[in-house]
């Protein structure tokens, strides 16, 4: 018997013109849990939606037990006794919580689900797991949470002896994440080989027994945890030592230039309140589900207020939002670079009503220039670039508005590290121009790197007020989760 | 041991709601028309209805897969028409034969739909659209324009839907057969939970193995079969087959799915549904010369019954995400 | 937006119009002259003139499946306004406004209600309708005023009649605002993504409502030039006009997820098929065949780049 029970060996992938997988390596042993560790757009992804079978290689081996196979579908993924959390939220809001469990493989004869049984296996495991909800329950009605939970369970409703959670604990709470890590050592001492991708080195170090680093597509590292620090792990993600990404100017805070008192939005977030001032970086951290997004929703003027107030200083040019789906709510794809540059600045740019290409082509070109986005021209549709460019495209059309206050959502969310530097180089100086800067992110590096100060907020209220010199990990993280 | 029944969000409450308006709106006309309540009234309802519910259920399908049926009611046309045609040409082969051919025959044309819509992801207003002008047209270059009477149909043609048992025509027997069915299927199948899954969520639906476009493949199917064989119904039952029969008639399948609380964004209705929103329309319909109010007023008053269930189900599609509610 | 296959499909719609010239022109010897043509736009400026409007509607990812309902309603409020003996002036006013207060209710119904526009058009497709029935039953209402017949029946100069006149009038206006100001390329924002508009800082319910408004007030329009030319109002006016306007539009290149297309492609299509109905109409084929011809090449529009596309 193989100790390795699933092995990749260079593992290629590539969509349109993007190599997301160059050379990737992973071996998974028996009763133990590797972790997967690389920068967001380092391949990891990727990885688990091949193992998972949503996706097929360009080329490569996938051995399993010893055997080579190939990985056609979800179901033949599962049929191999692979199963996997997904990162995404994969919930079906109009089905019971039983039912999201099985979909797909309900327990049935001759074609009808079999009901009694499907709920009774739901009840066991989700009580297995701890969840604070029921089987019965509607999954539309759950939190964020819940849901991930919910996902949890669902891939533990078969035999797998392959298990890969991707980033599972983003939304859980402390008493949640002892009940996983628990059904994750349970898992592992029954002999399953265990995949976890996580951002957290609390935890890699607590629950992994192997390590495997992927950055730009590659395998570069792997080996045992207790073989390694964590800061050899950062150096090892990123290609270079951790203090040279976050260059941080010391700029002296200007005026005050927002003012939020008691804000209140019902269900999302309450009793907020805080201050920014010119020439601040202001890191806003939570886990996901915490408000942070809702409440730049507010500030920006997408939703409404229930209660509280913000008010802008006189004189000020007004609050911009680079939000946190930037396919989705950041740029209008199909565009063309000068056209999305254009949209929030059609006023400007046609007082008149009538548009000129050539005003629209100059502007772009002016920030194609001052970011250095990777184009072919203006004209080119934004969604031939790279994330990393499409993300300085959003920025640059909020930039030629010269706004006072700018809200960033993640903004380096799944961006390569070289964007990555140009986006905290640009956010850098527009607070050095004056302007103040709420930062929303949930990579600790980069909160603790860019910030002035650092909110925490927890389940929709601001838990923690830090400094720059007592924003560290281990606080904010701790601020950040129950404690 | 009792056996969950799923619950699709808030349908099992609206459906209750909407059976008590029901119950209570034909309580009000029997309370003035006494005469309202009888059986042989009830049947005649139930007859009226018949076809309107078997269409509505095969909608409620394509819908609730994310996609738009336009064509069915000229589907129902050119089926009842071939179904006609194939009558007068043998009509001693008897009724089975027709049968199968309407259902054969609307089966294919459902799965034109379809293909098209699975294979090429085509949007389906767009395709239905277009299926709904070729298959009209198609029936006059079948029948070159002409009419099909009643005296040029068999005797067992006519006389299959107009059958009694138990003072209820083979019509309506038919119809709550296959509402019954859907019933039961909805709940109880995994191709009906899977249409489900995949009309809610298409990306999550992928992730777990399920193609959301042969789902909606099927749904076309069979609401093509269901409307081809209520093709050769409808021209038996008004004993006439032309090229215009039940024009426009699609609209009102798709406001009798609106109406029963199907979602036009996918993955929610429910059969129970439907079936009181054909029984609502109907008894609305019957009710209204009842009530002195002339004919003409029907189309308004389904409009406005339309106009207010879309913006009552509108209203209930609000998932809140409750940070705050979640206990710690 | 203006992508090189959009060119292409317009340059298609082009040469199907000239093949059809002269294939008509071949068959029949009354086609090619200055009146005949000039009958012959009648066939479709009404509805071409509706289609303007409704291809910015669906441009911006809406849809409007009430625009002959409307039209059947404008005509019955005009037709009872000028029972009770409204002069000319007023009949236009009333025809116009009926049409934008309709539109105004699909306007509410989306942008306010949430409702989605195709279900909220089924709802007032049949609730105007009906109105249209309720009020006027199977009577025709015949009693206008002899100057209103001059906007569907009147000749601007020569062969050009005053519809014919309009509807250019009205393809310029719309193609100017489509492609050259900054509302057309928020109608092109909102249709090819609504969120990241929204979060452009467009206020994007605002301009549906708009939209819907204006498709309404253009089917007022509509109603105007039809009521005038027949010179009658029975409630089942324009009846089946809503899928043939749609088809005008999606004919033109507009896609139906929005986002994409143009007036020139609107206008070309309206073209080819006014020339179809007449030619079909001249040669004595009834017009159920067309709607054949239709519905195929209303599924080749969205097959054919769908087919390419997977290669």
């Keep these: 018997m193989h100790p390795s029970l699933l092995t990749l060996t260079d593992i290629r992938k590539s969509f349109g013109g993007v190599r997301a997988l160059e050379s990737a390596c992973l071996e998974l042993r028996r009763g133990a849990v590797t972790a997967l560790i690389g920068e967001n757009g380092a391949g990891k992804s990727t990885l688990v939606k091949i193992l998972s079978g949503i996706y097929q290689p360009d080329a490569g081996e996938i051995r399993f037990d010893g055997t080579a196979v190939r990985i056609t579908s979800p179901q033949a993924a599962r049929a191999l006794g692979i199963g996997v959390v997904h990162q995404e939220c994969l919930a079906f809001d109009n089905l019971s919580v039983a039912e999201n469990l ?29 969840a604070d909800f029921d089987a019965d329950v509607p999954a539309g009605r759950l939190s964020i949470a819940q849901k991930h939970v919910m996902q949890i369970a669902r891939a533990l409703t078969h035999e797998s002896r392959v298990l890969i959670f991707d980033e599972p604990t983003a939304s859980l709470s402390q008493r949640e994440c002892a009940e996983l890590f628990r059904i994750v050592r349970k898992l592992r001492d029954a002999g399953c080989a265990l995949l976890f991708i996580s951002h957290k080195f609390e935890e890699i170090f607590e629950l992994a027994d192997r390590y495997a680093v992927f950055r730009d597509g590659v395998s570069v590292s792997a080996g045992q945890v207790s073989d390694v620090t964590s800061d050899e792990l950062i150096s090892l993600m990123v290609g270079r030592p951790v203090s040279q990404l976050f260059p941080k100017a010391e700029i002296q805070p200007g005026a005050e230039l927002l003012r939020v008192e008691h804000l209140c939005r019902a269900g999302e977030f309450e009793d907020v309140s805080f201050a920014l001032r010119g020439g601040e970086i202001v890191g806003l951290y939570g886990l996901v589900g915490a408000g942070r997004t809702e409440l730049a929703q507010v500030l920006f003027g997408i939703n409404a207020a229930s209660s509280g107030s913000f008010t802008l200083a006189a004189g000020t040019a007004g609050v911009a939002l680079v939000p946190e789906d930037r396919q989705g709510q950041g740029a209008v794809l199909p565009f063309s670079v000068a056209a999305n540059i254009a949209l929030p600045n059609l006023a400007t740019l046609a007082p008149r009503g009538w548009c000129s290409g050539a005003r629209e082509s100059a502007l772009a070109r002016q920030w194609i220039d001052r970011l250095g986005i990777k184009a072919q021209g203006p004209e080119q549709p934004v969604h031939h670039l790279s994330g990393g460019n499409q993300q300085k495209v959003v920025i640059a059309k909020w930039l030629a508005r010269n706004p006072g206050v700018l809200i960033l959502d993640e903004p380096t ?22 302007g103040a800067v709420l930062m929303i992110s949930s990579d600790l590096p980069e909160i603790i790197g860019m910030s002035d100060r650092v909110l925490v907020m927890r389940r929709g209220k601001v838990r923690g007020h830090f400094t720059r010199a007592q924003a560290t990990s281990e606080s904010l993280l701790r601020a950040a989760s129950d404690a | 041991m009792s056996v969950a029944i799923p619950r699709i969000e808030g349908s099992a409450r609206r459906d209750a709601v909407f059976a008590a308006l029901t119950l209570a709106l034909f309580l009000a006309v029997t309370f003035a028309f006494p005469g ?53 040409a043998w009509p001693g082969m008897g009724v089975a034969p027709v049968l199968a051919l309407s259902l054969i025959a609307g089966g294919l044309l459902g799965a034109c739909n379809g293909l098209l819509v699975w294979k090429l992801r085509l949007p389906p207003i767009v395709v239905t659209l277009g299926t709904m002008s070729i298959y009209r047209g198609a029936i006059y270059l079948l029948s070159r324009g002409a009419w099909v009477n009643e005296n040029e149909m068999s005797r067992e043609f006519l006389a ?15 119809s709550l057969a296959v509402a019954a069915a859907f019933v039961f299927a909805m709940q109880r199948s995994k191709a009906a939970r899977d249409l489900y899954a995949a009309g809610g969520n298409p990306e999550a639906a992928n992730y777990s193995g399920i193609d959301p476009g042969r789902m909606q493949f099927l749904a076309y199917t069979i609401c093509g079969a269901i409307a081809g064989v209520c093709g050769y119904l409808w021209v038996a039952r008004f004993a006439v087959a032309y090229t215009d029969i039940a024009l426009g008639f699609e609209l009102s399948v798709i406001a009798a799915c609106l109406i029963g609380g199907v979602a036009i964004s996918g993955g929610a209705g429910t059969a129970a549904g439907v079936v009181l929103g054909c029984v609502f329309i109907g008894i609305i319909r019957s009710s209204l010369p009842l009530v002195g109010i002339s004919v003409f007023w029907q189309m308004f008053i389904n409009g406005a019954v339309i106009l207010v269930a879309v913006l009552l189900s509108a209203r209930q599609r609000q998932f809140k995400r409750t940070i705050l509610e979640a206990r710690a | 937006m203006k ?40 066939n479709f400026t009404e509805r071409a003139i509706v289609a303007l409007p409704l291809a910015l509607l669906i441009i911006a990812g809406d849809i409007d499946i009430s625009v002959a309902a409307i039209i059947a309603l404008a005509s019955v409020a005009m037709g009872m306004a ?56 199977d009577r025709v209402l015949k009693d206008y005023p002899d100057s209103f017949a001059i906007f569907g029946q009147g000749y601007l100069v020569g062969p050009v009649s005053i519809e014919l006149a309009l509807f250019t009038l009205f393809a310029i206006l719309f193609s100017v605002f489509l492609h050259r100001t900054r509302w057309g390329r928020v109608t092109f924002a909102v249709g090819a993504n609504p969120v990241a508009s929204r979060y452009s800082g467009i206020a994007v319910n605002r301009y549906r409502f708009a939209l819907f408004a204006l498709t309404g007030l253009f089917s007022g329009v509509a109603a105007v030039l039809l009521t005038s030319r027949l010179g009658s109002t029975r409630p089942s006016i324009a009846q089946g006009w809503e899928l043939e306007i749609i088809s005008m539009v999606i004919l033109g290149g507009v896609s139906v997820w929005g986002g994409k297309g143009s007036i020139l492609g609107v206008v070309l299509a309206a073209l080819v098929f006014g020339l179809m109905t007449f030619g079909l109409g001249l040669m004595n084929i009834p017009g159920i065949v067309l709607s054949i011809f239709t519905g195929l090449l209303l599924i080749l529009v969205v097959a054919v780049p769908a087919l390419v596309n997977r290669r």
């Design chain 1, 102 to 130: 099985f979909v797909n493989s309900q327990p049935t004869r001759g074609g009808l689900v079999k009901w009694s049984e499907l709920r009774a296996r739901a009840t066991t495991i989700l009580r297995e797991l701890g």
């Design chain 1, 413 to 434: 969310k799944g961006i390569d590290v070289g964007a990555k530097a140009a986006v905290h180089a640009v956010t850098s100086e527009f607070a050095r121009a004056g």
């Design chain 2, 36 to 88: 309202f309540a009888t059986p042989r009234s009830v049947a005649g309802l139930l007859d009226d209805t018949a076809i309107l519910i078997m269409l509505a259920l095969g909608q409620m399908l394509v819908i609730m897969g994310r996609g738009i049926d336009l064509s069915i009611a000229a589907n129902l046309a050119l089926c009842g028409m071939m179904a006609a045609l194939f009558n007068r």
């Design chain 2, 160 to 174: 299959f839907p107009r059958g009694e048992f138990l003072g209820v025509s083979v019509l309506s027997w038919i």
């Design chain 3, 3 to 42: 992508a090189a296959s959009l060119m292409r499909w317009e340059t298609m719609l082009a040469a199907v119009l000239i093949a059809g010239f002269v294939v008509f022109s071949i068959l029949s010897p009354y086609f090619l002259s200055v009146d005949t043509l000039s009958d012959a736009t009648f």
């Design chain 3, 82 to 137: 000028s029972a009770q003996g409204a002069g000319t002036g007023g009949l236009v006013a009333i025809g116009l406004g009926t049409g934008l207060l309709a539109g105004c209710i699909n306007g509410a119904l989306v942008a306010i209600g949430r409702v989605p526009s195709i279900v909220a058009t089924i709802g007032t497709m049949t609730l105007f309708r009906g109105a249209a029935y309720a009020v006027l039953g």
